[in-house]
């Protein structure tokens, strides 16, 4: 069975500035997905970026990219000029694609922005 | 574009009573998920539906939870009786079919059992 591990507990990061978010998985397929999503207090999980793991590129979405190394089964998120919106639980999830797999989720990072 | 919807966003009941939760998925959309979030995990994929059909249920406990979606659309998730350790949010994701489709959230059911 496939596993995603975070680390990262929790994590602060001061307005305006750089964090990176960590993410292993362990899988023995070649062909797969991987996500991060972003829960607010509110609860609502919102897609951040996805990468597809035949794409050696790196996924961007605007202050939010990826650094996707697929040797070493590592999926971390770098979140450029971060603002107080960002504060939220960030998960790493993993997609077989295999069409019969939900998400596989990691256990979360809690971003804290300060002002 | 309307979202996953989900009702009702909060639930109190006592242990051994029963529960119901209902979804409406992104129209169009024809892969159904519903995952639990217990307090301080990430969630995890209890049942999923392609059109009406379960395509995954292993992780459902098939002694008290059910689940059904009726004519491919909405579906809805049951507990009967719940457990204290029921408490948790329950997450409703759809998709469109194929590979690697993102899956959208709804704001999902808080559940409390006491």
């Known amino acids: 069975a496939q596993t995603v591990t975070q680390s990262q507990p929790e994590m602060s990061v001061q307005e305006a500035e750089t964090v990176t978010l960590s993410c292993t998985y362990d899988t023995s397929e070649s062909d797969y997905y991987l996500f991060w999503y972003k829960q607010p207090p509110s609860r609502q999980m919102i897609l951040v970026i996805r990468q597809e793991a035949y794409k050696q590129q790196n996924a961007t979405e605007n202050r939010f990219s990826v650094n996707f190394q697929k040797a070493a089964k590592s999926f971390s998120l770098k979140i450029s000029d971060s603002q107080l919106g960002d504060a939220a639980m960030y998960f790493c999830?993993?997609?077989?694609?295999?069409?019969?797999?939900?998400?596989?989720f990691g256990k979360g990072t809690h971003l804290i922005i300060q002002p | 574009e309307a979202g996953v919807a989900q009702s009702p966003r909060y639930k109190i009941i006592e242990k051994r009573q029963s529960v119901a939760f209902w979804c409406n998925p992104i129209?169009?959309?024809?892969?159904l998920y519903w995952y639990q979030q217990i307090l301080g995990q990430g969630p995890k994929l209890l049942i999923q539906f392609q059109n009406n059909g379960v395509v995954d249920d292993s992780q459902l406990p098939k002694d008290r939870f059910s689940a059904e979606r009726l004519k491919g659309v909405d579906s809805t998730l049951k507990i009967q009786p719940a457990k204290l350790e029921d408490s948790a949010v329950y997450l409703c994701?759809?998709?469109?079919?194929?590979?690697?489709?993102?899956?959208?959230f709804g704001p999902g059911t808080r559940l409390l059992v006491l």
């Open positions: 129209s169009g959309h024809a892969t």
């Open positions: 994701a759809s998709s469109r079919t194929g590979q690697g489709t993102t899956q959208y």
């Open positions: 999830a993993y997609y077989s694609g295999g069409g019969a797999d939900g998400l596989t």
